[in-house]
């Protein structure tokens, strides 16, 4: 119990200050335990964070499951308009997306390959989810779009506007989906 405790503190506070800037010592006193005792659960602050990751990263998947699941029988249109607001607008509300999101961006150098690793799990995960709602839905948009292509176009289009999350400001974020979106849609249809 109190390692999960732990964890969702520690996502809390990884995801506000970074690797670096968070503190065990404020950690332990948010669960109300003694620094110390955190050992008993995580071997080191480096394994505390790992495990933080791991469960932000499958949290994340399971974002996108349930969103798929819950928007299945809407158009493919609704379905990746929906997704890119819906994904994108949790970025200041989560932190479990804010902690991944920065974390697979800027992974702190010593865990560099363990988050390359994870992030890659994601997006092979994401291109698969995908591709299997670009195959389902394929009578929504132009037959001679290979799905793969399809969806290729459309993830390319995500990563560059987490991107734009990321350094710009939430004006031009919404500026550059729209526009993104129209080209994007017409392309394919």
Do not use: C
Not at 156 to 184: A, C, M
């Amino acid at each position: 119990m109190k390692s999960n405790q732990l964890k969702e503190v520690a996502l809390i506070q990884f995801a506000l200050h970074g690797y670096q800037g968070a503190s065990l010592a404020v950690l332990a006193d948010k669960v109300g335990m003694k620094k110390q005792s955190i050992y008993a659960h995580f071997k080191s602050k480096e394994d505390l964070f790992i495990s933080t990751f791991n469960d932000s990263l499958n949290n994340e998947l399971d974002f996108i499951k349930r969103f798929i699941a819950e928007n299945y029988s809407l158009s493919l249109k609704e379905i990746l308009f929906s997704f890119f607001n819906e994904y994108l607008g949790r970025y200041q509300k989560n932190h479990n997306m804010s902690f991944f999101i920065r974390t697979s961006f800027f992974p702190p150098l010593q865990f560099e390959e363990q988050i390359k690793s994870g992030t890659n799990r994601f997006v092979n995960e994401l291109e698969s989810l995908s591709l299997e709602v670009f195959e389902e839905k394929k009578d929504d948009y132009n037959l001679n779009i290979a799905p793969e292509s399809a969806m290729m176009s459309f993830l390319t289009i995500f990563d560059g506007l987490l991107v734009e999350l990321l350094y710009g400001f939430p004006d031009r974020l919404q500026k550059r989906l729209n526009s993104s979106w129209d080209i994007y849609w017409q392309g394919i249809t």
